[in-house]
């Protein structure tokens, strides 16, 4: 069972446009949420995470959006460019003492982004 | 200086082989991991290793056998090979009791191929 749903699995933006990711959870024992940007050839990095207790976080070009009710959160990349072009995922976990999601990162498919120039 | 390193980045093996990916950090973190991504780049945790114990260990085949010698290290032993082995393994790993909130450092990856 997926436990973190993400989309699109592509997603083709004009430089400078805005590209959006939703991701969509069911467990309510996550309260930690991170999105990792993966380059072809490289290993995963962490770009921006948030944690339920805000709706919203900022840093730099890139925003995400977190709505606890409805479960959902999304990544915006404002002014997109070329050199964002890469796989995005989005992850959730669970802080410690909340059964089997502690320290287990639950990664969403992913998604190809590609900033045309 | 490299944070999370992987060796080999490449593996090409027959079926049924033995074979051996190795992991090293530098970082100084307790905890350490093993990632399969697949072919459709699909993400999975296969292993946690904190100050050598072994923490999270999901449902892989018993051929599957990670080994954490001390807190820096952490390799993954695959036997009798199978084609559907055949994936991208990443090695991460984090600070403290597998904290969720701690980032998480991948490192480069090892494209495994079982021919």
């Known amino acids: 069972q997926q436990q973190v749903k993400q989309s699109p699995q592509s997603l083709i933006v004009q430089k400078g446009g805005i590209s959006i990711i939703n991701c969509a959870y069911e467990?309510?024992?996550?309260?930690?949420f991170p999105w990792y940007q993966q380059f072809p050839g490289k290993g995963p990095a962490l770009l921006i995470a948030?944690?339920?207790?805000?709706s919203e976080k900022k840093e730099g070009r890139f925003t995400i959006s977190f709505n606890k009710s409805a479960k959902q959160f999304s990544l915006h990349i404002m002014d997109s460019q070329p050199g964002d072009s890469a796989t995005y995922f989005c992850?959730?976990?669970?802080?410690?003492?909340?059964?089997?999601?502690?320290?287990?990162?639950?990664f969403g498919r992913g998604t190809q982004l590609t900033v045309w120039p | 200086d490299t944070a999370v390193s992987q060796t080999p980045k490449y593996l090409v093996t027959q079926m049924g082989n033995d074979k051996s990916i190795k992991c090293e950090q530098n970082?100084?973190?307790?905890?350490m991991y093993w990632y399969k991504q697949d072919s459709k780049k699909f993400l999975k945790i296969m292993f946690s290793?904190?100050?050598?114990?072994?923490?999270i260990n999901e449902t892989v085949p018993n051929r599957f056998s990670p080994k954490s010698p001390d807190k820096a290290h952490l390799n993954l032993h695959i036997n009798s090979l199978e084609l559907g082995d055949s994936a991208v393994y990443f090695c991460?790993?984090?600070?403290?009791?597998?904290?969720?909130?701690?980032?998480?450092?991948f490192g480069p990856g090892t494209r495994l191929t079982v021919l």
């Open positions: 991460a790993s984090s600070q403290g009791l597998a904290d969720s909130y701690n980032e998480q450092f």
């Open positions: 467990n309510t024992a996550f309260d930690y």
């Open positions: 948030i944690r339920p207790d805000v």
């Open positions: 992850a959730a976990s669970g802080t410690r003492g909340r059964g089997s999601t502690l320290g287990r990162l639950y």
């Open positions: 970082l100084g973190h307790d905890t």
């Open positions: 290793y904190n100050n050598k114990e072994l923490i």
